[in-house]
């Protein structure tokens, strides 16, 4: 049941990323952001920025004047939710209408905005800041069969100037560890090239990062008691290699992979993976779905708030944490969504009314 009303019609199919990844600054608009979508209005001057902490609560989620759960300053979007808008309105209309509705930081999957114009890292990097928005991280491709492609195996020191031009503190990828195959052996080579760009990351002052879809909590093909994203985790330095979980996508894995190939019970809880080791994840994807269990992903993707993950129950969680109310940053996120102004202001809107329960 929906924790929020909406007439949108649900997302019915899965939209992959990893088309649009790896494309360079500069590169054309039509290989980053595909198709437009007809835009909706923007009105970067029709209101003053929503505040990051309302004063009063949303009915179910406490009383008076209780503290927001989300901590402030850390509310971010990926920008691939908006690259219809992107592409057709450009980045200066999508960062106010984002500042309107209360966002903090963006998210990067690409760094051109289409039939809007050329922008520089630079110009790039000033109308976010001149809008109250952080640059806090940036999805780039891990690998590709083109020597000159715009991927950390193929040229980590451009993905890094540009990322470092930005001012990011994060850069990272959405590619799964798929690189060499889906034996133990392939992901430890995977690991070992995550390590090498963990390294130049932090040479610069960045952290480097890797972003789960569902089939990293799947099992390796030569070792079916194994978890693959338990060898990422076990074959990564820990100050070199950080994760963004995207939630949504963690508990479609643990849909999906719960039962190991053999039959045999093998449950986890993406939570606990967090719990376990905060430290190692600064980003989360904050991404909602309706319980599906005929669709094979388990989860019919839907906006932030209508849907049946706990929201409540995740955050609370984290930020509860000794010292980790502000260590983590929260980016809001829709593969498909019908309206993409709409998502990103109603999942603001639903993160900011909830409140800590006493």
Excluded at 5 to 14: Q, V, Y
Excluded at 302 to 321: C, E, H, N
Aim: charged fraction near 20%.
């Amino acid at each position: 049941m929906s924790r929020i009303s909406h007439s949108d019609p649900e997302l019915t199919h899965r939209l992959t990323r990893r088309g649009m990844l790896g494309v360079a600054a500069g590169g054309t608009a039509a290989a980053l952001l595909g198709a437009a979508a007809t835009p909706a209005a923007a009105s970067p001057s029709s209101a003053s920025r929503a505040p990051a902490e309302p004063a009063t609560s949303a009915a179910g989620h406490g009383h008076g004047r209780s503290r927001a759960l989300l901590p402030p300053g850390r509310l971010g979007v990926q920008l691939y939710s908006l690259r219809d808008k992107v592409s057709t309105l450009g980045f200066a209309a999508v960062f106010a209408e984002l500042e309107r509705y209360g966002y903090d930081e963006v998210e990067f999957a690409g760094y051109t905005q289409g039939s809007a114009g050329a922008i520089t890292l630079a110009q790039l990097r000033r109308l976010a800041r001149d809008h109250g928005l952080t640059p806090i991280g940036s999805h780039v491709g891990y690998y590709a069969n083109d020597p000159n492609a715009y991927t950390f195996a193929e040229n980590l020191t451009k993905v890094l100037d540009d990322a470092q031009a930005l001012g990011l503190k994060h850069i990272g990828t959405a590619s799964g560890p798929f690189r060499y195959g889906d034996t133990v052996d392939a992901w430890k080579r995977a690991a070992a090239d995550f390590n090498r760009y963990g390294a130049a990351a932090r040479a610069r002052g960045m952290k480097f990062y890797q972003h789960n879809h569902s089939d990293e909590f799947g099992f390796a093909s030569d070792n079916p008691k194994v978890r693959l994203y338990d060898v990422l985790l076990a074959e990564t330095d820990p100050d070199l290699v950080f994760l963004e979980m995207d939630i949504f996508w963690a508990y479609a894995g643990q849909f999906r992979f719960s039962t190991r190939p053999d039959g045999r019970p093998a449950p986890f809880d993406p939570l606990a993976y967090v719990l376990r080791q905060p430290h190692r994840y600064p980003l989360f994807h904050v991404k909602d779905g309706v319980s599906d269990p005929q669709n094979q992903f388990g989860y019919r993707m839907v906006d932030v708030g209508d849907g049946d993950i706990d929201y409540q129950k995740f955050l609370s969680a984290v930020t509860r944490l000794r010292g980790e109310r502000l260590a983590h940053h929260w980016q809001t996120e829709h593969d498909q969504p019908t309206d993409s102004l709409r998502f990103a202001r109603r999942s603001s809107a639903y993160l900011h009314s909830l409140r800590e329960k006493c």
